[in-house]
């Protein structure tokens, strides 16, 4: 895993000193590939995100505080989800152990009833967390591509939109938009 990260970290870096030097040669756009940042988010969720960080020009970068939510998000689903699995697990064995006979040994506040019910709460609970890992990781390969078509997304002042009145026809009236790209 650290010699993924490191070849990671070393291709990020080249990728941004190569970026800084076409960026000092060259007034063109350059392109950014969506689905590179959302093949990278897929492969190690966090990625993309860094993969657009680092293809921002300069005081534009701002993708690179997603990836600890990332991680968070991942992290207590991921928890939730062992917790409320080793919780189902110790209930079920408690239950088998009494209707195969052995003593209770650890859950002895509970009757039998009150041990299916919180299988069933613990096992709803694990699997609802399993969705949220789902969802997380989703989320973070879809945030990487929208975002990869932002990079290079224009908001300066030579932006306008004008709105005036217009006659289509003698006796049929409406509104025209303007828009002004610099």
Not at 100 to 111: C, H, K, L, R
Request: hydrophobic share 40%; proline share 3%.
């Amino acid at each position: 895993m650290r010699y993924i990260l490191g070849v990671l970290i070393l291709v990020f870096s080249a990728k941004a000193n190569a970026q800084d030097s076409l960026a000092v040669q060259a007034d063109t756009v350059k392109t950014h590939s969506w689905k590179k940042a959302c093949l990278f988010s897929a492969v190690v969720p966090g990625s993309g995100q860094i993969y657009n960080h680092i293809a921002m020009p300069k005081g534009k970068k701002k993708a690179y505080w997603k990836v600890p939510l990332i991680y968070a998000g991942l992290g207590v689903t991921t928890y939730f989800a062992i917790n409320n699995n080793s919780m189902m697990k110790a209930y079920r064995k408690e239950y088998t152990d009494r209707m195969n006979g052995i003593a209770p040994a650890n859950f002895t506040q509970y009757d039998d009833q009150s041990l299916l019910t919180l299988y069933t709460t613990h096992r709803s609970r694990r699997d609802f967390a399993i969705l949220g890992i789902g969802v997380v990781y989703l989320l973070n390969v879809l945030d990487a591509g929208i975002e990869a078509h932002f990079v290079h997304f224009d908001i300066s002042e030579d932006l306008s939109l004008s709105i005036h009145p217009t006659a289509y026809t003698p006796s049929s009236y409406g509104v025209s938009f303007r828009f002004k790209f610099r």
